[in-house]
């Protein structure tokens, strides 16, 4: 019997089923890479969905400063040249020979060469950086003559949809009944599970009724 040269581990057999199993661990190995991304996308929209509902509810405020207007360089100092100031030549003073017997002139003031004077020097005044008015921040109203922000987790924009769908303050809110509550949530939006997650209804019967104690004791401090 003739050796063919060839070991188990290099026999065709072998290498097909190494060859499948490699293949088998790669798929494997793909399939939970996928899985892992695909979840840590769920979890990313999950927690951009509750900062966004927190900050619709007013208990997350958004920040950042609005960008300042370019405040314009100072305008550069002009100075005035100063002229310089020429003297005039004097003219030399000649005597005339006096006969005798005759008075010796007299040189008036006025007769003499006037120098004007030198003006003064005024320094400029510094140019002054021209004012720029801020815009102040725009806060969103809360409807006039609403009470329903008192609420807890009802911030002014749903405050705001609740008066359009004519419900003005806490009292109106308090008489809904269950259909009548659930039609008013169906026309919130996204907040629309927030009616009956927050009980706004429950919360604001107890603020028509004036039972304070009762309202912090189930939903806490006002």
């Known amino acids: 019997m003739q050796d063919s040269g060839t070991t188990p581990l290099q026999s065709p057999g072998f290498l097909g089923a190494l060859t499948t199993v490699h293949f088998v661990i790669i798929a494997i190995l793909a399939v939970l890479a996928i899985i892992g991304i695909l979840y840590g996308m769920k979890l990313s929209r999950e927690r951009r969905a509750a ?9 997350l ?10 405040v314009a360089p100072p305008a550069p100092t002009r100075v005035e040249p100063v002229a310089p100031v020429v003297q005039e030549p004097v003219a030399p003073v000649v005597e005339e020979p006096v006969a005798q017997g005759m008075p010796e002139p007299v040189t008036t003031p006025l007769e003499q060469s006037v120098v004007p004077p030198e003006p003064p020097i005024v320094a400029a005044e510094p140019a002054r950086a021209p004012f720029v008015e801020t815009a102040a921040p725009v806060v969103p109203a809360t409807p006039a003559g609403t009470d329903l922000t008192r609420l807890k987790g009802l911030g002014p924009k749903v405050a705001a949809m609740l008066v359009e769908q004519g419900i003005p303050d806490i009292a109106t809110l308090a008489r ?5 509550a659930d039609a008013v949530a169906a026309r919130l939006g996204t907040f629309a599970p927030r009616l009956a997650k927050d009980r706004w209804v429950e919360q604001a019967r107890y603020l028509a009724a004036g039972d304070i104690a009762g309202f912090e004791a189930v939903f806490g401090k006002l």
Not at 61 to 70: F, H, I, K, Q, V
Request: hydrophobic residues 15%; without cysteine; proline residues 12%.
């Open 176 to 180: 809904l009944q269950p259909g009548e």
């Open 61 to 70: 405020e958004r920040t950042g400063d609005a960008p300042s207007e370019p």
């Open 51 to 59: 900062t966004r509902e927190l900050e619709d509810a007013g208990h």
